[in-house]
C-alpha cells in the first residue's frame, strides 16, 4: 500500500512476512537517533520519502542513524527497539528535500572512510546548505587492537554521529559485520532502495581495486546498484530515479589492474579545519587503531589540544606529497595559475562509467562555486 504520493507507507505496516535483512521507514530526522536506545511509535510517517535501512539478524545489532541539529526524541505506544528493527521500528521525520538542493550521498565500507576521503568536499556541500549524508556499510566492529564486537559498534557509532555534527549532514551506520561485507543480492537491494530514498544526485566512494575486502565490495555494491536505480520492476516497492546519479570515485594509491585517475581535484583549504575535526571525532582510529596499527601507539599523546596538533602532523605525513602537490596542473586548470598554485590541501576524484557522464553542465550543477 503507498500513500497519496506514491510512497509505500511506513507506519501502519501490514503483518506480511518481510525478510529480516529490510525494511522500510522514513528517512532520519534534522537529529540523532540511535536505534539500540530510541522508542518507536506505528503509525507515524513523514510527509518526506520513505526510507530503507538493513538490519541483519546475524550481527545482531541496530542500524544507527545520525542527522543534521539537535537530538529529538522518538516516543513508542508499546514498542521498543533492541537488538533489531521491524518494519513497525522506524518512525522519524525529517523536513521533506527540497529540489533546489543537491543530494550528496558518500558510501564507505567503515565510519571514517567518507571523512578520510571525502570529508573536504562535503563540508564545502554542507556550507551551501546542500543535503550530504555518509553511509557506512558496515558497522565498524572489527576495526581495533583490543576491543570488538557491540562495545566497539557502540562506540564508533557516537563518533559517527559526533563527525556528522561537525558540518552538519547526515551519517549512516549499517549493521552489517566489519570485515565480512559481501556482494550480495540482499545488500545491493539494500543500497538501491537507500539511493532511490535519498534521491542522490552523486555517489562518491571508493574504486574496487583495494586492500580491504569490505572496501572492494563497498565499490561493487556501488557499482552493482548504479544502472537498476532507474529500473521500475527491481525493488519497486520504491520507486525508481529518473536518471542515473553521477559517481566519482575517491583518491586512492594502488596501481593495479589500474591507477587512480584525476578528473576532478577540489580546493578543501577553507574547510581543512574542519575536516580535521571530523576525523578527530573518531579517536577510536586516528588516536588507536591506526596509530597501533603503524606501531607509533606510543607517540600519541593524552591531552586534547595536543592529540589535534598530533592528527595534522600525522595526516599531512601520510599524505605526502600532499594530494594538492600530486594534482598541482589540475587544481590551476580549474582555479587559475595564480590560486591554484597557492592550494594547500585538496580532495581529488575519478569518474566511474558506471553513473551518469559528468559533463559540463554536470559540473556547473554539483560543483558550483566550489
Not at 593524552?302 to 600530486?326: G, I, M, N, V
Not at 586548470?333 to 576524484?349: D, H, L, N, P
Request: hydrophobic residues 40%; glycine residues 6%; aromatic residues 8%.
Amino acid at each position: 500500500m503507498g500513500d497519496v504520493s506514491g510512497r509505500p507507507s511506513v507506519g501502519k505496516q501490514s503483518r506480511q512476512t518481510r525478510s529480516p535483512h529490510e525494511f522500510i521507514g522514513s528517512f532520519p530526522a534534522r537529529g540523532t537517533h540511535n536505534f539500540s536506545r530510541a522508542r518507536f511509535r506505528a503509525g507515524r510517517r513523514s510527509d518526506a520519502g520513505a526510507f530503507l535501512v538493513q538490519t541483519c539478524s546475524a550481527a545482531r545489532a541496530p542500524v544507527f542513524i545520525a542527522a543534521k541539529g539537535a537530538k529529538r526524541k522518538l516516543r513508542a505506544a508499546d514498542h521498543r527497539c533492541r537488538n533489531s528493527l521491524t518494519p513497525a521500528c522506524l518512525s522519524c521525520i525529517i523536513p521533506v528535500m527540497h529540489s533546489d538542493r543537491l543530494h550528496i550521498l558518500c558510501v564507505g565500507a567503515h565510519p571514517d572512510d567518507c571523512e578520510f576521503r571525502c570529508g573536504g568536499v562535503a563540508a564545502l556541500w554542507a556550507q551551501r546548505g546542500h543535503e550530504v549524508c555518509f553511509v557506512s556499510m558496515t558497522s565498524g566492529g572489527a576495526g581495533h587492537h583490543e576491543t570488538g564486537g557491540a562495545a566497539l559498534v557502540q562506540r564508533r557509532i557516537r563518533e559517527a554521529e559526533a563527525a556528522a555534527a561537525v558540518i552538519g549532514i547526515h551519517s549512516i551506520v549499517l549493521p552489517n559485520p566489519d570485515g565480512m561485507l559481501e556482494p550480495s543480492l540482499a545488500c545491493r537491494l539494500e543500497l538501491i532502495r537507500l539511493i532511490r530514498r535519498f534521491g542522490a544526485d552523486l555517489i562518491i566512494t571508493n574504486r574496487p581495486n583495494d586492500y580491504h575486502p569490505d572496501h572492494r565490495y563497498t565499490s561493487q555494491l556501488v557499482q552493482d546498484s548504479a544502472f537498476m536505480l532507474t529500473v521500475p520492476q527491481v525493488a519497486p516497492d520504491v520507486p525508481a530515479l529518473p536518471r542515473n546519479p553521477v559517481i566519482l570515485y575517491w583518491y586512492d594509491s594502488f596501481q593495479k589492474p589500474a591507477p587512480f585517475h584525476c578528473d576532478l581535484a577540489i580546493d578543501i583549504d577553507p574547510v581543512f579545519d574542519s575536516k580535521l575535526a571530523m576525523l578527530h571525532c573518531h579517536q577510536s582510529q586516528v588516536y588507536e587503531w591506526l596509530p597501533w596499527l603503524a606501531g607509533r601507539l606510543g607517540e600519541v599523546p593524552a591531552d586534547d589540544a595536543a592529540r589535534k596538533t598530533f592528527l595534522r602532523q600525522w595526516y599531512e605525513q601520510r599524505h605526502k606529497p600532499s594530494l594538492a602537490d600530486r594534482y598541482r596542473e589540475q587544481l590551476i586548470v580549474r582555479y587559475g595559475r595564480t590560486r591554484g598554485r597557492k592550494i594547500r590541501q585538496a580532495e581529488v576524484f575519478e569518474v566511474s562509467e558506471y553513473g551518469s557522464a559528468l559533463d559540463r553542465a554536470a559540473m556547473e550543477r554539483l560543483f558550483a562555486d566550489m
